[in-house]
């Protein structure tokens, strides 16, 4: 909180800037300071979104698949596998 470690029972008061890290860097400003338990959406509303954006999701295709039935992959298959799998070591 304003640049220094703080506790979870710290109060807080209007103006400062509260840093955390929860899944990815977030950064809020207090707009308003609640004395008693809101909603999140009335919580919300009380506070100042400073954050950077998110940084890009890098989805990769989904993995073949085989057929059901199809039994255990040979020699072959199973290094071609392998190398789908894991294409930096290849």
């Known amino acids: 909180m304003n640049g220094v470690v703080a506790k979870a029972s710290t109060q807080v008061r209007l103006g ?10 977030r950064v809020v400003v207090v707009g308003a300071v609640i004395e ?3 909603g999140a959406a009335a919580a ?4 100042i979104d400073e954050s950077p954006p998110p940084p890009p999701v890098r989805r990769q295709p989904p993995m073949p698949r ?10 072959r298959e199973r290094r071609a596998l392998d190398r789908v799998k894991r294409p930096e070591d290849a």
């Open 44 to 47: 919300a509303t009380c506070f």
């Open 36 to 38: 008693k338990r809101v």
């Open 66 to 75: 085989r057929a059901p039935g199809a039994g255990r992959p040979t020699k």
């Open 16 to 25: 400062d800037r509260v840093e955390a890290f929860v899944a990815r860097q």
